[in-house]
């Protein structure tokens, strides 16, 4: 169903351990190696029993936490309007980069002829060594391809350096171009409406018709110069273009090509870069009133990010409007507006929280058991309202739930975890229907039935989770899976696809649905 669409995050290797004692290796490996892609427009489900990781998933994609390891890479913006220093930095270090590639590889190619020697048991404790030497090998030519594609490849890597250097150089220009036109928009939408205040009141407006004509005329000055730029990059782009096809036809050229892509890799955006695109990327929480400041009036709490954004400047009249309209979409009165959060019940709270964090007009949204805390019958209201927003706003979701039954209502894919992994995903109706990794089936067997004829009992999970600082080898679940066998205590599962958009990681998928493919 997802493969047309486009993807907004693309999360891999994703992985966040929290120190214990980092001297000693201890860690609790919160997330421990996890890919997954969110597509534009979907609800993400994420599910799993408590501590499985979930909470820090999303708060590691939203760069709260700084990720151990892993790449998150957002395209909701394009690389040139954020104009991020890491591409600067990679863009005129080019050579050096090469350089530290071909060390990699080199490195790799020498200690995989060593494994390749050895004995299989020899292997086993070797593999490690080996992936991490992949895996280094492999971050070295993407952090630098993901950038600038199979140019790396090209013979005179000063000229490339010199023209990307360039390229960054417009994107910064209009990137601060647009920063400037922000700010005159504001003078300009500012002396618009005190001019019509006037004429509506009857007061002199010669002076105000002036100020607008020439916050006008910066607004078009300013219109004119992002233009210039864009035509000046359009340039330097062309001129990539030709060094493109001059490396394509190289004989050494391979699939780094492919690797070229146009997302911003999150976790090496500055705290600035990063603090800007936080208007893109919100977070809706689970207990609406600790997380609502209680000194602020709902009209406060709701205005703050417009402010802090540059939406709108303190005490302009209009961001009462705006702050007003938002409340309306979440279906909270207007007279709300100067009440504070303890006046409000649960559900209203939570509408609170929910307004804030779409106050900005946000492409992303991680919604953190935003409705576990609500009696069943508020939960529902709540999940209509978050449907009803992401269809009219085109948002994405990532929707974390302990609960299967509600993540099914909402989610347009379903993820499961167990322990830092992800160990099942698959479109929700999909997921229900055919479920593939033991784990999942047994969390499908606890939901209590709704049918009163049914006799089904729901079936309680048996075991205790393992600690994720001690995890068990192999396979996480085999402690407690009633399918494991041998090789669920030494191997761990490779994931895979084994249905269309169904990935699951499992020795031994449940039988009855793999015979039905
Ligand atoms: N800041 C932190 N420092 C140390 N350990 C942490 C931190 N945050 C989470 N953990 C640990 O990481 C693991 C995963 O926690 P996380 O909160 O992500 O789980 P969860 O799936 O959201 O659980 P729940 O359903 O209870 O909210 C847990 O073992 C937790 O104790
Ligand atoms: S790999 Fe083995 S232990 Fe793990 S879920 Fe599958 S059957 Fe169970
Ligand atoms: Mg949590």
């Excluded at 996890?34 to 799993?48: N, P, Q, R, T």
């Excluded at 090998?137 to 000229?159: C, E, F, M, W, Y």
């Excluded at 009219?392 to 302990?402: A, M, V």
């Excluded at 992800?422 to 229900?432: I, K």
Aim: proline share 4%; charged share 30%.
């Amino acid at each position: 169903m997802a493969n047309d669409k486009k993807v907004l995050l693309q999360i891999s290797g994703l992985k966040q351990y929290f120190p214990i004692n980092a001297r000693k290796n201890i860690y609790v490996r919160a997330n421990d190696g996890i890919s997954i892609d969110i597509y534009e427009g979907e609800a993400f489900g994420l599910v799993g029993e408590s501590g499985c990781g979930k909470s820090t998933l999303g708060r590691s994609v939203l760069q709260l936490y700084k990720q151990t390891d892993g790449r998150t890479m957002y395209f909701g913006r394009s690389i040139d309007e954020v104009a991020p220093k890491y591409a600067y930095d990679t863009f005129r270090t080019l050579t050096k980069r090469r350089e530290l590639i071909k060390e990699k590889q080199a490195k790799y190619d020498e200690f995989k002829k060593e494994y390749d020697s050895k004995s299989e048991k020899e292997q086993y404790e070797l593999h490690s060594r080996l992936v991490q030497l992949r895996k280094e090998a492999n971050d070295a030519i993407l952090d630098v391809t993901t950038l600038i594609g199979g140019l790396i490849l090209h013979p005179d890597l000063s000229k490339v350096e010199a023209l990307f250097c360039e390229i960054y150089k417009y994107g910064k220009e209009l990137r601060r171009a647009m920063d400037l036109r922000e700010l005159a928009q504001l003078d300009t939408d500012d002396a618009a409406f005190a001019l019509k205040k006037a004429e509506e009141e009857g007061k002199a407006t010669e002076g105000l018709k002036a100020k607008l004509e020439k916050n006008k005329a910066k607004l078009w000055a300013i219109d004119n110069n992002i233009e210039a730029i864009k035509r000046k990059s359009a340039e330097t782009y062309k001129k990539s273009e030709a060094f493109r096809k001059e490396v394509e036809n190289l004989p050494e050229n391979h699939e780094d090509e492919e690797h070229h892509s146009d997302g911003i890799d999150l976790a090496r955006l500055t705290y600035n870069e990063m603090r800007k695109l936080r208007s893109d990327m919100q977070l809706i929480f689970q207990d609406p009133y600790s997380s609502l400041n209680p000194r602020m009036t709902v009209g406060q709490i709701i205005g703050e990010g417009m402010l802090a954004h540059n939406y709108f400047r303190k005490n302009d009249e209009r961001m009462q409007n705006e702050v007003i309209r938002v409340m309306e979409e979440c279906g909270l009165a207007p007279y709300f507006l100067h009440r504070y959060p303890h006046q409000f019940s649960g559900g209203q709270r939570q509408r609170i929280g929910i307004a804030r964090s779409l106050a900005l007009r946000p492409k992303f949204v991680v919604c953190d058991e935003a409705v576990s805390a609500l009696d069943v019958s508020i939960q529902a209201q709540i999940i209509n309202l978050l449907q009803e927003l992401k269809e009219k706003q085109h948002l994405t979701y990532l929707f974390i739930t302990h609960d299967l039954s509600v993540v099914k209502f909402i989610s347009d894919r379903i993820g499961v975890m167990y322990l830092g992994n992800m160990v099942e995903t698959a479109a929700s109706e999909e997921l229900f229907a055919h479920p593939l990794h033991p784990y999942t089936e047994a969390l499908i067997n606890a939901i209590p039935t709704t049918d009163p004829d049914s006799s089904k009992q729901p079936e309680v999970l048996e075991g205790d989770i393992p600690s994720p600082v001690n995890p068990p080898k192999g396979c996480k679940f085999h402690t407690r899976c009633k399918y494991c066998t041998e090789i669920c205590t030494k191997v761990t599962p490779e994931w895979e696809e084994v249905r269309p958009n169904h990935f699951v990681a499992c020795h031994h998928i449940l039988e009855q649905n793999k015979k039905e493919i």
